[in-house]
């Protein structure tokens, strides 16, 4: 008596379960890699196109203990109304004034000089955001 298990020949009925079962868990995979990669473009896009303001400080002058002038440039839609947050800080690193400065003009590029009143003399003027709104 032989000890030794009658096997099927390999490829004569088919794939074995195990072969099944690795195909179903790759194209499920692949559904839910590609879905991933779907919702992280999407949230970057959102991320960049809803971004309708954006500025950058040019100069920035200390004018007096109590004021800091700065010169933004600013972009946004035609149309957009919002504001851009603007900090300055000491020469010890303290915020010394912070302020939000509307932008309600209907061009798209705006060149303007604000002053941000300070509680001390301001040695930096940082631009810390804009929002549409």
């Not at 000890?3 to 490829?11: C, S, V």
Request: charged fraction near 25%; charge should be neutral; hydrophobic fraction near 40%.
């Amino acid at each position: 008596m032989s000890t030794a298990r009658a096997q099927l020949p390999e490829g004569r009925y088919g794939r074995s379960a195990d072969e099944r079962a690795d195909r179903k868990l790759r194209v499920v995979g692949g559904v839910l890699g590609v879905a991933l990669i779907g919702v992280v473009g999407w949230f970057g896009y959102d991320y960049i196109a809803g971004a309708e303001i954006s500025a950058q400080v040019i100069t920035f002058e200390a004018v007096s203990d109590s004021a800091v002038e700065v010169h933004l440039e600013v972009h946004k839609d035609a149309g957009t109304k919002g504001y851009c947050t603007l900090r300055s800080q000491g020469a010890d690193g303290n915020e010394v004034g912070r302020a939000d400065f509307r932008f309600d003009q209907h061009s798209s590029r705006l060149d303007k000089v604000v002053t941000l009143r300070t509680t001390a003399r301001g040695t930096t003027a940082e631009l810390l955001g804009c929002h549409a709104g």
